[in-house]
Structure formats: structure tokens, C-alpha cells
Nanobody, 118 residues
């Protein structure tokens, strides 16, 4: 069982930056794919980024602006977001899975709201 708790969301102006954190419980954290997803109002949840060991995966919409990283000692995964725009407004979810970077993900956090004002 893995429990995930996100933090770091908030309100930011367009062009600004935020860093999301996801604290995970569980002794096998280092072997999991850790992913970030987001869901904007009225839209489907979409993949943002994932990481396993040192390999990273990104959605085209965030490449060059977002960076996913992890600290296995702290069992925490981060999402650093730069050059934010209104289209990045969404609830961001952390997820953990053992299969593939594109899913399925077995464990999910409760989400953290990111709002970008233009």
C-alpha cells in the first residue's frame, strides 16, 4: 500500500513558478513509477510527467517548462513548474504505479489546486 499527499499548490500569476511536492509512504517507493497528472474544470484528467529511477517522461504541453524529480531518501517526488500560463490551471494529482510510465497507476493522492491568473 502506498499513500500519497500532495502540497505546494496555490495561486500564481502568469509567467510565475510553483513547486509541487508529493510525500509518499511505503518501503518500495524507489521502484515505483511516480507520475503527475492534472484535471482542469470540464476536462479529462491528463498526464503531465513521470519518473522512475532517473528516467523522466513529459507531456508535450509542459516540456521545457516543468521538471519532475524525486528524492528517494525523503520518499518525495516534486514537480517544478515554470512559465505558468492560464492553461496550466488545474487540480494536480500525484500517482504511483509499478507497470509503465503511462499507467496504469495504482495509487493516487487527493490533489492540489494550481490556479494561474492572467
Amino acid at each position: 500500500q502506498v499513500q500519497l499527499v500532495e502540497s505546494g499548490g496555490g495561486l500564481v500569476q502568469a509567467g510565475g513558478s510553483l513547486r509541487l511536492s508529493c510525500a509518499a509512504s511505503g518501503r518500495t517507493f524507489s521502484s515505483y513509477y511516480m507520475g503527475w497528472f492534472r484535471q482542469a474544470p470540464g476536462k479529462e484528467r491528463e498526464f503531465v510527467a513521470a519518473i522512475r529511477w532517473s528516467t523522466r517522461y513529459y507531456a508535450d504541453s509542459v516540456k521545457g517548462r516543468f521538471t519532475i524529480s524525486r528524492d528517494n531518501a525523503k520518499t518525495t517526488v516534486y514537480l517544478s513548474m515554470n512559465s505558468l500560463n492560464a492553461e496550466d490551471t488545474a487540480v494536480y494529482y500525484c500517482a504511483a504505479g509499478s507497470s509503465r510510465w503511462d499507467g496504469p497507476y495504482n495509487y493516487w493522492g487527493q490533489g492540489t489546486q494550481v490556479t494561474v491568473s492572467s
